[in-house]
């Protein structure tokens, strides 16, 4: 089988799965330092994807494309660890305040400067749960998408079989190369880091990073080539910067409320068959229940 | 029809026409989808007092009977479109259908429910019109907005209110500048309520033919094997919900004899969901089912901001959870202090003792 190109689009997110009780700092507000910086789950499944496909058919080249700022280059250097071949970052304070849409073009954009025979994203992030930049990029490059993928069922140079996850079931759907398709956590896990690999990236940057490295690390740098994470900015994707950041966004915040729930008089009970027995006996009573 | 004229936007320095409040009706299991007619519920409510009229768009094969229904719901105008190839969902036909509907009837919002098929298919719309789209919303209402910047003041904006964060903040979110202002809505977190008295309404057929091009069919289902939704905990009158606490799936029997009994049902957190201790359709939170039952018992769940916000408006909460600081506890009418697994079997004894 002939060598596909895939990128696949991840995102470094703050893991909003474990927030702890510092997550609010007493002013409501969102304490970011207290939220580990993670590489998106479903884009790990999105991943996993694109290197079972490069399994298949060897010589395919897996680029890992992100949007964020300078410290994204750490999940660039976790998919290039798990078995990606490159990565780009994309990044510019002109991205900043972008909503869905403004993502959606700025990522199209740079999407468009690749060859590209399939794009695999994760179904969503878990830091705005929206699902959206998916199929917006794949609407802005005019190919057709699937979405909620579980497995890859058939690649050929041609096309796909992929089988959906749906709420009360699955479909199976048949789409032709290139397609954009985005990946859900019920697929397999994305393969852990491989030692060899580790050894090969951990010295990866962007040269942003490099700016304040030492001259012996320079130079290790320029003697391996494939160190360098691509960073590009709003120039390098020759992107209109009206249809960016924040004045691209037709989204806006109006307002942002910290969730607080009102606290219940409670009513503590011990273990004990007589306690038991009498809250039984009361909502019997009360006809909470039959 | 209100024409306003759209200043300062970068985006679309035209007159816009904007008028009804839309609904993209979907299909499940050959008849209509509940969150579709919760939608056509809170459309109905935003379109009156906006002084607009609420339409809705249908797509299938042999869905015209749904007519009636939509009209019970309030419905002035059905968007109907029919055809053999557009039996299922799939993206790219019906993307195309939507969107030249809102180029043509422009407007001013769109909703759709945040399932599989409305996920897929609004931020594809949203993309080519070039508008606002918020995802998962829990309410929508209608208000104003002051643009300090540049002064200018928008009236009669539609509101998108979403859990964001992991759901430990609540966003409003506003799109002034740009047409249809575009939603998708969790099913079971609006009510679902016919008009008292029902109205007629008309139906429009768009003809396909000069819309769809072959390009739109590339993507071919190849088989399907989607239930019938068995489970529907969001109108169950009493819930039992276990948490990750629970340990296993095993562990997650007792809960279903408690239910048994009860006559209630079973439901879980995200957590438990994703260890694959109970199935999806049971999850309630923020991205699982709202719930609002008379009874909630929580096993072995602390009470993650996300799952709270899932059944907080429960008439009665019970919790059991070892531990004594669970933040559970402090929305709970009662706090068992234990483990579940000694305290659920007493509850089922002495029900069981105590009913008549």
Known sequence: MKPLKIIVLAKQVPDTRNVGKDAMKADGTVNRAALEAIFNPEDLNALEQALRIKDQAEGSQVTLLTMGPGRAAEIIREGLYRGADHGFLLTDRKFAGSDTLATSYSIARAVSQNEYDIIIAGRQAIDGDTAQVGPQVAEKLNIPQVTYVEAIEEITEFYIIARRRLDNGIERVKSPLPVLITVHGSAPPCRPRIARRVMKYKHARTLTELQDASEDYIRLFQDRPYLKIDEWSVADIKADEDALGLSGSPTKVKKIENVVFKAKESRILENSDQDIESLIKELIDNHTIG | ?356
């Open chain 2, 1 to 356: 029809m209100i024409t306003i004229r759209l200043v300062d936007s970068k985006l679309h320095k035209i007159f816009i026409a904007v008028n009804n409040v839309f609904v993209y009706c979907e299909v499940q299991n050959n008849r209509l989808a509940d969150v579709s007619l919760e939608l056509l519920t809170k459309g109905r409510k935003l379109a009156g007092e906006l002084h607009v009229g609420l339409e809705a768009i249908l797509i299938g094969k042999g869905v015209s009977d749904m007519a009636k229904e939509l009209f019970d719901y309030g419905v002035r105008t059905l968007h109907l479109v029919e055809d053999e190839r557009l039996a299922f969902y799939r993206t790219l036909p019906y993307a195309r259908l939507v969107k030249h509907l809102f180029e043509r009837e422009k407007p001013q919002i769109g909703l759709f429910g945040a399932t599989p098929v409305g996920r897929d298919l609004a931020p594809r719309i949203a993309s080519s019109l070039k508008c606002g789209l918020t995802a998962d919303c829990t309410g929508l209402e209608i208000g104003d907005h002051h643009d300090k910047k540049s002064d200018t003041t928008y009236t009669n904006l539609l509101y998108q209110i979403r859990p964001a964060f992991g759901g430990n903040i609540i966003a409003t979110i506003i799109n002034p500048d740009t047409r249809p202002q575009l939603a998708t809505v969790r099913e079971g977190v609006m009510k679902k309520e016919p008009l008292m008295e029902s109205m007629a309404g008309e139906i429009k057929t768009l003809d396909v033919n000069g819309i769809l091009q072959k390009e739109d069919f590339v993507v071919e289902i190849i088989d399907r094997h989607v239930e019938e939704k068995r489970i529907n905990i969001k109108n169950a009158p009493i819930i039992v919900a276990g948490g990750y606490g629970v340990g296993s799936k095993e562990n997650f029997k007792l809960l279903f004899e408690l239910a048994d009994v009860l006559g209630g049902e079973v439901g879980g957190t995200r957590a438990a969901v994703d260890a694959g201790y109970i199935e999806h359709d049971r999850q309630i939170g923020q991205t699982g089912v709202t719930v609002r039952p008379r009874l909630y018992i929580a096993c072995g769940i602390s009470g993650q901001i996300q799952h709270r916000a899932g059944m907080m408006e429960s008439s009665m909460i019970i919790a059991i959870n070892t531990d004594r600081n669970a933040p559970i506890n402090s929305i709970a009418d009662y706090v068992i202090t234990g483990d579940f697994a000694e305290v659920v079997p007493r509850l089922i004894k002495y029900y069981r003792k105590n009913s008549k």
